[in-house]
């Protein structure tokens, strides 16, 4: 009883994880320091040093130390509910929804222009009452779908390692690499308004 009430201003979490990552991170006793009176716990030995340099930069002064604002992560199979959850969570907590798939297309889809994946490789349902009937339409037709797929052809664009690591992600769900992943999660993690 007597330690805690001579914790510093973030108790058992690391002050330098939280002012430079925006994240509550357990310290550790063994990376422990005093500072004015009070016993402050770090996740890793270099933290400490840094708190050690420049203890003012990490303390509360005037009003204390905001805490990081709920995250939530929801993980499932395809069609479990995912988004519905997730939209029902956001709104009651006021906090904003971020779905990845959705997100992954937006990354590629200027290079790409239209969505990927087996959700939208489907040929849309054709209405009976627009099929042509004459043979000449179905000839003008047919010379308009090979001139499209030869412009389609044409008009590929190469993707850089990461955009055909989304791509292949979003159509043989592949996993990402770890190093594409860190690229795409950390600016949700250190970005405002994500932050």
Not at 11 to 18: I, N, T
Not at 27 to 36: D, F, I, P, R, S
Request: hydrophobic content about 30%; overall charge negative; proline content about 7%.
């Amino acid at each position: 009883k007597e330690k805690k009430r001579h914790m510093g201003d973030t108790k058992h979490f690391c002050p330098v994880s939280l002012k430079e990552n925006f994240v509550l991170y357990p310290g550790l006793h063994e990376h422990a320091a005093k500072y004015q009176e009070k016993i402050y716990y770090f996740s890793t030995s270099e933290y400490r040093d840094k708190f050690l340099k420049n203890p003012e930069e990490y303390v509360a002064h005037n009003e204390p130390i905001q805490a990081p604002p709920l995250r939530v992560f929801l993980l499932g199979t395809h069609g479990a509910g995912k988004t519905t959850c997730a939209r029902q969570i956001a709104d009651k907590l006021g906090i904003f929804h971020i779905q990845f798939e959705e997100y992954l297309q937006e990354l590629i889809l200027p290079k790409t222009k239209e969505k990927v994946g087996p959700n939208f490789d489907e040929e849309p349902d054709e209405d009976d009452n627009k099929i042509p009937i004459l043979s000449q339409e179905l000839d003008n037709i047919s010379q308009t779908m090979t001139k499209t797929e030869i412009d389609k052809s044409t008009q590929e664009v190469e993707l850089t390692d990461e955009e055909a690591a989304i791509k292949a992600n979003l159509m043989d769900d592949e996993a990402l690499p770890p190093e594409v992943l860190d690229n795409i999660v950390l600016d949700w993690w250190r970005k405002e308004p994500f932050r």
